[in-house]
């Protein structure tokens, strides 16, 4: 099981570390521009038919798939809506990678990014009514400061030529992290109101992303898409950020059923490093004092947060224990 779960977190760094870098290069480059909103749009169609398939998997017949797809989706619309919630906020959220990735370098990017723990523990204190312990607050405030750091004075890039803005870049992490955080616990909550299976909640979640990133395709580049073709400016590359995204979406259901907040911090943290060292190599960004700091108390917060609850609880009776001990002794 510790290998399964390490294999898990392994391929969930890469993935998270190699997606962010890749997405960045795709948005750096000279060549013809994509429209990064029918990039999500196609993630979203992949990640559907790969849930189909694990979906056919789990089900180990074709009528048995059949009839929990004519259950669950067609005949369930009322779920099919209550889904459709995240699903507009994810696909916010993933619009807003692609934008922010074309103002900001990866490495800051990354650590930014992951302003999403104490977003996501806000909405689990306010949406799940669960607690977080003072260690746990203390560590959302480090991971505060750590962000503020790295984007005090963002760290330069010497390889890139395109006109960037790292205050709006900011602004797009901002509104990314704020969906991650209501999405995912929305997510949590939907799933454990029932006992339905992921990957059922998975395609209704997929199938209203798909209409909704079309509208958004629409929206924002309806003339320039008719007129240049949906998969303008696709290059090998993005395909293969495409295909990152939609691994990556996936196995974040999975390792959050399989792992728990330590693990995935770790990832988080190895990650930061993995990106870091990949935009010094490819982007040459110039490491400041600032962003290295900054991007250490992100690491170690995130490792503070991920703590056991219990320990921190248990240590505080301890001590009243042996304070009340004390008192009366003194007594």
Same mark, same amino acid.
């Given at each position: ?41 196609? &993630? ?65 990017? $990354?650590?930014?990014? $992951? ?8 909405? &689990? ?184 609850? $219990? ?5 505080? &009776? ?14």
């Amino acid at each position: 099981v510790m290998f399964f779960k390490l294999y898990c977190l392994t391929v969930m760094t890469l993935v998270a570390a190699t997606y962010t870098v890749a997405l960045r290069y795709t948005r750096t480059v000279s060549t013809e521009m994509y429209f990064s909103t029918t990039a999500v749009c196609i &993630t979203e169609v992949i990640k559907l038919f790969l849930s189909v398939i694990i979906l056919a998997k789990e089900t180990s017949s074709l009528g048995r798939l059949v009839a929990s797809l004519r259950e669950n989706v067609c005949g369930n619309p009322k779920e099919l809506l209550k889904l459709s919630i995240p699903s507009v906020v994810y696909a916010v959220q993933n619009n807003m990678a692609f934008l922010a990735l074309s103002n900001l370098d990866a490495a800051v990017y $990354q650590v930014t990014y $992951q302003l999403k723990i104490p977003c996501t523990a806000l909405c &689990t204190v306010l949406m799940l009514n669960r607690s977080l312990s003072k260690l746990q607050w203390f560590s959302v405030f480090m991971l505060c400061g750590g962000v503020t750091l790295v984007q005090w004075k963002p760290a330069e890039t010497s390889n890139v030529q395109i006109e960037q803005n790292p205050f709006l870049g900011f602004v797009y992490i901002a509104v990314a992290v704020l969906c991650s955080g209501f999405a995912g616990v929305y997510f949590e909550k939907v799933l454990k109101s029932s006992d339905t299976s992921l990957w059922v909640r998975n395609i209704q979640m997929y199938l209203s992303g798909i209409i909704v990133t079309l509208a958004g395709v629409y929206a924002s580049d309806g003339t320039r898409v008719i007129e240049k073709g949906f998969l303008y400016g696709y290059t090998p590359w993005v395909w293969f950020v495409i295909f990152l995204a939609s691994v990556g979406g996936l196995y974040t259901s999975v390792v959050v059923k399989y792992t728990d907040n330590i693990m995935k911090g770790f990832s988080a943290a190895a990650a930061i490093v993995l990106s870091t060292a990949a935009s010094v190599i490819l982007f040459g960004l110039q490491i400041t004092a600032t962003f290295a700091s900054g991007a250490l108390l992100v690491c170690v917060s995130i490792y503070i947060y991920g703590l056991p609850k $219990q320990d921190t609880t248990k240590l505080v &009776t301890d001590t009243d224990v042996k304070n009340t001990k004390e008192k009366l002794i003194a007594v």
